[in-house]
């Protein structure tokens, strides 16, 4: 069955997993721990991002977020100045908007509790265990199928799914988990706190997290290409303003 839509709640989570993933791997190499980390070394790691490691999630997904759940840039700013949006704005509004809907919105919460969970237990979630939480995207496409009408999903109009999600094309849904890997990389890398220049990012490591960005989200066999992830990849992730410390996991 050739794959041509995933889930939104799928896609959503594995940008969530992968923010965690890359972070780590950022902040591992600043602080040139050795490979591979042990459980006291994840523990530290959140220990040392406690009271920022949610402010810098919220910043790193809100304007991929948008990508992902609105078609019109121009729309989305207009209403944004309607609402008067700025870098004073809870993280909580400014997640819940970007998610464009509750449900979506609590996949995101509850992937970045299973996530910090993990790390509080000294280890980073196998792609096993994410799969196994969510649905399989075969699911999405005997929906697509289904639909009366037989016409293809253009751009990244919304398609109601049966569990209440939406379909969105896989190119859309890996340039999204690609940028929230790269970006959070680089963040973590100029984030550690014990090494007063941040280190260039590692070429190896941006391989491995580009090669494994979409995985999570597909039912695909792992991709093994270099030139099919590169498409992927290509545009610069959007930036977003600094945000004061969220308070919307509480």
Not at 75 to 103: I, N, W
Not at 113 to 119: E, F, G, N, T, Y
Not at 136 to 161: H, K
Not at 217 to 229: K, L, N, V
Request: with cysteine.
């Amino acid at each position: 069955m050739h794959l041509t839509h995933l889930s939104s709640h799928r896609t959503a989570a594995t940008m969530v997993r992968g923010f965690f993933h890359s972070f780590m791997a950022g902040q591992a190499e600043s602080r040139r721990l050795a490979s591979p980390l042990q459980p006291r070394d994840y523990k530290q790691l959140l220990a040392d991002n406690y009271d920022t490691l949610s402010a810098r999630f919220v910043s790193c997904l809100f304007p991929i977020l948008l990508r992902l759940t609105h078609d019109n840039f121009d729309e989305v700013a207009a209403d944004m100045r309607r609402r008067h949006f700025s870098s004073s704005t809870p993280p909580k509004v400014l997640l819940r908007y970007a998610c464009s809907s509750k449900p979506l919105y609590d996949t995101v919460v509850a992937e970045y509790r299973r996530q910090m969970s993990a790390l509080l237990g000294g280890r980073l979630q196998p792609v096993s265990e994410f799969r196994s939480a969510y649905p399989t995207n075969e699911s999405v496409q005997r929906s697509l199928q289904a639909d009366p009408a037989g016409e293809p999903i253009a751009g990244n109009a919304s398609y109601s799914l049966p569990d209440g999600g939406e379909a969105v094309p896989v190119a859309l849904a890996i340039r999204s988990v690609v940028r929230t890997q790269m970006q959070s990389y680089v963040l973590g890398l100029s984030s550690g706190t014990q090494n007063p220049s941040a280190p260039a990012p590692h070429q190896p490591t941006i391989y491995r997290l580009m090669i494994h960005a979409w995985w999570p989200c597909s039912t695909m066999p792992r991709p093994t290409s270099r030139a099919t992830i590169s498409k992927c990849s290509s545009a610069a992730p959007p930036s977003t303003p600094p945000i004061s410390r969220p308070s919307w996991t509480r």
